[in-house]
């Protein structure tokens, strides 16, 4: 394999510092056992400089959330003319705020929740109660609230009385300042991989999620055993094929590069209904690439190795 050396990207500061660590080494020691010199850097001061140093190797950005996920680090790559995989600046910037990747995937002809975002300060300054009762009346109940910039359910509530809105609403702005509001969508929950090596975009097997606790939030994502995961998933193949043909119409609408992960519902007719679309997948134990990856008889370090080698290819950041 290549003797270049690949810099594996994690920690961060954001509330998913411990998850995109465990997400570093794991790949880390798979680009290892394929035969890379792999470093292990996170984010400081120092860190364009010691990529110079190491003669600007490729980059694999493992940081979840913030910085990592909004296309700021992946656009200071671009500005030092670093290589890295992964998706563009512009198209992280894109991805990551829910407030404006549902209705560019909507525009693009897919199924999604129907969407409110508001800002906290227009909550705050129109008044809470009268707010929070035109969204009950406009959306209805169940309703999901969540961060539109943030990652791992964090700040997520699925709310089913108006009572428990104003605190759903509050906690989603403890992680940004604006909130999406969207009509819950009840079926069967699943995620599916995209991976383009140089072909086009590719739709791994669909993996679904059913947590014990039968919401899937932070503590089920990454607590081991708290959420079973069937790979593939047990679906009709057309259903399969729907779900892929959505995860890949949402990588292109969003301009997605080298590897996504599509989260959607599936409801009672088949229909799979987009979620949210994630730029810098985990690679945990618990994580739903990896077991997409073993599903359609991929090995990790394999995956990893082909797209350093297109980045590498590509030759700069952008």
């Not at 810099?7 to 411990?18: A, F, I, K, M, N």
């Not at 035109?134 to 961060?147: D, E, T």
């Not at 989603?172 to 999406?180: E, P, R, S």
Request: proline share 6%; aromatic share 4%.
């Amino acid at each position: 394999m290549s003797g270049e050396a690949v810099v594996v990207l994690s920690g961060g500061l954001s509330h998913e510092r411990d998850v995109s660590l465990r997400s570093g080494r794991r790949a880390s020691q798979a680009l290892r056992d394929a035969g890379h010199e792999v470093h292990e850097l996170d984010v400081s001061s120092s860190l364009l400089a010691q990529l110079i140093e190491l003669g600007k190797p490729v980059v694999v950005p493992l940081l979840h959330g913030g910085a990592g996920e909004d296309g700021a680090l992946r656009q200071a790559l671009e500005l030092a003319d670093v290589p890295y995989v992964g998706s563009v600046s512009a198209a992280c910037r894109v991805a990551f705020d829910k407030a404006i990747a549902t209705p560019r995937v909507a525009a693009a002809g897919w199924a999604t929740p129907a969407q409110i975002a508001l800002p906290d300060d227009m909550f705050r300054e129109l008044g809470a109660p009268t707010l929070v009762r035109a969204l009950g009346a406009h959306l209805g109940f169940p309703m999901m609230v969540k961060p539109a910039r943030s990652g791992s359910a964090l700040g997520c509530a699925k709310v089913d009385r108006i009572e428990d809105l104003p605190a759903a609403m509050v906690q989603a702005y403890a992680y940004g300042g604006v909130a999406v509001i969207e009509r819950f969508v009840s079926g069967r929950e699943v995620a599916v991989a995209v991976i383009d090596t140089g072909d086009g975009p590719v739709a791994l097997p669909a993996v679904e999620i059913i947590p014990d606790s039968g919401v899937y939030d932070y503590s089920a994502r990454y607590t081991a055993g708290a959420t079973r995961f069937i790979a593939p998933a047990g679906l009709e193949p057309d259903v399969a094929a729907r779900c892929a043909e959505l995860a890949i119409g949402a990588h292109t609408s969003l301009g997605l590069r080298d590897l996504s992960r599509t989260d959607l519902i599936i409801v009672t007719d088949g229909t799979p209904v987009f979620l949210e679309a994630n730029v810098a997948p985990g690679l945990t134990e618990t994580s739903t690439m990896p077991l997409a990856m073993e599903a359609a008889d991929l090995e990790l370090g394999t995956v990893l190795s082909q797209l350093v080698a297109q980045a590498r290819e590509r030759g700069t950041g952008a």
